[in-house]
Structure formats: C-alpha cells, structure tokens
C-alpha cells in the first residue's frame, strides 16, 4: 500500500449476479480478482449468497476510478446499486485484496471489522444494507 495522504477511495455497491453461481464458482471468480487487486494495491470484501452481490473495494483513487468502470461495464452482474462513493481516512480491510464470504459468513466478517476497530462510513453502511441486499433475493 503507497502511503496516501488524500485518503482511500472506497466504493460499495450491491448487485445481482446475471446467472445463479455457487460458492465454489464465486471463490474461482474470485481469485483472479484476488491477483489484479493484490497487483493494483487494492481491498475489500465481496459477499454473495450467489445471488445478490455486495462488495466494497478500497485503495488509490487513481486505481479505484478505473476498475469501478469495468465492473459496472461488466456483464456478469446486473441492477448495480452505487452505495458509497467517497474518501475515508483508513481502510476497512487492509489485510484482504479481496475477502470472499457467503451470506452466512457475514456476521464473522462485520465482527472482525467491529474488533479491529477500523469502522467506517462504507462498513456501516454495508451492514445496514445487509437485509435488504440478501432477504429480498
Ligand atoms: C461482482 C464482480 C466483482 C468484481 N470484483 C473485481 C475485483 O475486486 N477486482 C478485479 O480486478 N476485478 C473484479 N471484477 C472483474 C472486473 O469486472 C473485470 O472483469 C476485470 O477486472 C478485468 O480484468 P483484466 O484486466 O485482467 O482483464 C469483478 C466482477 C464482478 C462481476
């Protein structure tokens, strides 16, 4: 992670996933996301009940921007839902270039972001989109 004294670009947005995938499918996704983020110096999370999305991907503004557009352009998913846009002052989830979870995992996930007191704007706000990203699908 470059030192970054104007803050972390944070993106969080829901969507839906174009064709039902498994756990299994999502995780292989996944890893290629794992290597462009870990190239680009990025982190998040993404869950998915393999349905519905939610993911937040956090890191410089000038990487961020870029692949913000090539997931909305992407057709894998749809009805994409922009939640948050904006700068915090640290990041969520340092440590992860993409933490995948299931639906079922959430509650660990928010608990380790709660413990490691590194809450923000974008976590609170995913946790209170929860429901109605995942009991609506
Ligand atoms: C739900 C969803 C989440 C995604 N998340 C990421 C991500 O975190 N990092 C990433 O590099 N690509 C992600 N992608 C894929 C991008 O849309 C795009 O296909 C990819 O970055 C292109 O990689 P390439 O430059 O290696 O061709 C995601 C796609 C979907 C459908």
Redesign the pocket.
């Known amino acids: 992670m470059t030192p970054n004294s104007e803050g972390v670009r944070t993106w969080l947005y829901r969507?839906k996933f174009t064709s039902f995938k498994t756990q299994d499918e999502i995780y292989e996704m996944a890893r290629?996301?794992v290597q462009?983020?870990q190239r680009l110096g990025?982190s998040?999370f993404?869950i998915s009940n393999g349905d519905a999305?939610m993911?937040l991907?956090e890191g410089d503004e000038l990487k961020v921007g870029p692949?913000k557009q090539?997931?909305l352009d992407?057709d894998?998913?749809t009805e994409i839902i922009s939640e948050v846009w904006t700068i915090e002052s640290k990041r969520a989830y340092p440590r992860w270039a993409?933490r995948v979870v299931s639906r079922e995992e959430y509650e660990t996930l928010f608990k380790e972001i709660e413990s490691a007191k590194i809450e923000t704007i974008a976590t609170n706000i995913a946790r209170m989109i929860f429901d109605i990203t995942f009991d609506e699908s």
């Open positions: 969507s290629r996301f462009k983020n990025l998040g993404l999305v993911q991907l692949l090539e997931i992407d894998r998913h993409m």
